[in-house]
């Protein structure tokens, strides 16, 4: 089982870039069930949830190369239309494979999927909306049976703006015939990269960031070539390890738009931020003015995803902090972790009061879950002693080369192989 260990109290200095993001590519992937050609994936990191979906394409008969760092799709050999549990089980995205299996094969078996533990995720919305589009849909012993022979587009409503909701219904509409609208669909900026992918390989869609998006199904998609937007988490994340640590970074493959309820949280911080085009340059030195109220929201608001790694900011910043997570119902694994490493925190149901502390110290903490770990690690780089953190196979989900690069800005942190 492998560890960080980790001895904190390091500024951290230099540059680092921004990988493309988890949570655009990986509907993507799904998305090119639909293609009957090639894909080109450009600069894919190799993610384990990127891992993980490469077999469940491969396990539908789907051809999947890497060339260099680029990701070679080629569903033209689709053989057939099953996910089966123990793929689907390894992340949240297989269910992003229902939609594109319905429409491209018009039929599908997929195995109920997995994800971080950070709430039920049931997928009821999932469901319902593809059952709107026609789909003859059956859950019977943790598979979905679904047939989409008679799919037609239809008018969906979304009485939540779930990503993955917005995301099947769009790949599942794309080679359906007739129009299909979705309202209140999810606006998150990989929405829009879904959508730009799939019109760059021939599909007619557009809204995308808006309140309604319209689909017109096509009768297939081509060959094409991608590359998807940066990582706005990863982003978020090395600006708040800096803000903690302090010193001087630049982070480059940076969209300031994607991070604007971030942005403004620190602005208020005394963290000083410089922004020049697709780069911002963060100073930080000691501890930080109270955060404030983190309320988590759907996209433009505050992202769940950086909910964690603030709150590790927030436990070594002056004054009180209040979170609320409104997104998922058990989303705070990591505060009996910050606790060990003295973090004052305390929380009930879906609120925690942070009463920042002085000083954070290392401890044997474990990670549980992707964002949960990386606040634990950004803790360990500000604690002082050491710090070793377990559960790290949840960090490397959506993570890559975090350990070197966090060291090439000068932490002291390395993977350790625990020997059992
Ligand atoms: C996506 O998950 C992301 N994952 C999550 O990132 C992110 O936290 C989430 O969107 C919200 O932004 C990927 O894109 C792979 P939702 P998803 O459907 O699609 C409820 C990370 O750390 N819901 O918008 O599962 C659900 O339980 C991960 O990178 C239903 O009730 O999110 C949750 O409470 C974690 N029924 C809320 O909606 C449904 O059918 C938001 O879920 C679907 C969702």
């Known amino acids: 089982m492998q560890k960080f260990f980790i001895n904190g109290g390091k500024r951290l200095y230099g540059k680092i870039k921004v990988d493309c993001a988890k949570n655009a590519i990986l509907p993507i992937m799904a998305g090119a069930i639909l293609v009957n050609g090639e894909v080109i994936l450009e600069n894919v990191p190799p993610y384990s949830d990127v891992l993980n979906m490469i077999e469940i394409l491969k396990n539908l008969g789907i051809s999947v190369l890497w060339q260099e760092n680029n990701l070679i799709i080629n569903a033209r050999s689709i053989i057939n239309s099953i996910v089966p549990s123990l793929l689907a089980s390894t992340l949240r995205s297989s269910v992003f494979c ?61 009485d939540f703006p779930s990503v993955g909701a917005t995301e099947n219904i769009i790949m599942a509409g794309v ?32 809204g995308a960031g808006t309140n309604m998006i319209t689909i017109e199904g096509v009768k297939k998609l081509c060959s094409t070539k991608y590359k998807t937007i940066p990582d706005r988490i990863t982003a978020g994340s090395y600006l708040l390890a800096v803000a903690m640590c302090g010193g001087e970074v630049e982070i480059d493959n940076f969209i300031a738009h994607h991070n604007h309820a971030l942005l403004s949280k620190l602005a208020q911080s005394a963290c000083q931020l410089d922004i020049e085009g697709d780069k911002i340059k963060v100073k930080a030195k000691g501890r930080l003015e109270s955060i404030g109220e983190i309320e988590t929201a759907v996209y433009p608001g505050f992202p769940t995803d950086l909910q964690p790694q603030m709150m590790a900011l927030a436990s070594i ?13 058990s989303r705070f694994h990591h505060v009996p972790e910050l606790i060990k490493m003295n973090a004052d925190i305390r929380f009930k149901s879906k609120v925690c009061v942070v009463s920042g502390r002085e000083k954070l110290y290392g401890a044997e903490v474990n990670a549980h879950d992707l964002r ?40 002291d942190i390395k993977r350790m192989e625990e020997v059992d």
């Open 98 to 158: 229902l939609g594109p299996l319905l429409a491209r094969m018009k039929s599908a078996k997929v195995a109920y999927p997995g994800g971080c533990d950070i709430g039920l995720r049931p997928i009821d919305m999932h469901i319902s909306s593809l059952r709107l589009l026609g789909a003859k849909i059956v859950e019977k012993n943790g598979y979905i049976y679904a047939n989409g022979e008679n799919m037609q587009g239809s008018d969906i409503i979304l």
């Open 175 to 206: 080679l359906t015939e007739g129009i299909t609208r979705i309202f209140n669909p999810a606006k998150e900026p990989e929405i829009e990269d879904l959508q730009n992918f799939l019109n760059s390989a021939g599909a007619k869609i557009e």
């Open 317 to 329: 910043s002056k004054g009180y902090s209040l979170f609320v997570e409104n997104l998922f119902e």
């Open 372 to 411: 949960g770990g990386m606040a634990l690690v950004m803790a360990g780089l500000v604690a002082e002693g050491y710090t070793t953190i377990s559960g790290i196979n949840f960090i490397d989900r959506g993570y890559y080369h975090l350990e070197e690069n966090l060291a090439m800005l000068g932490a």
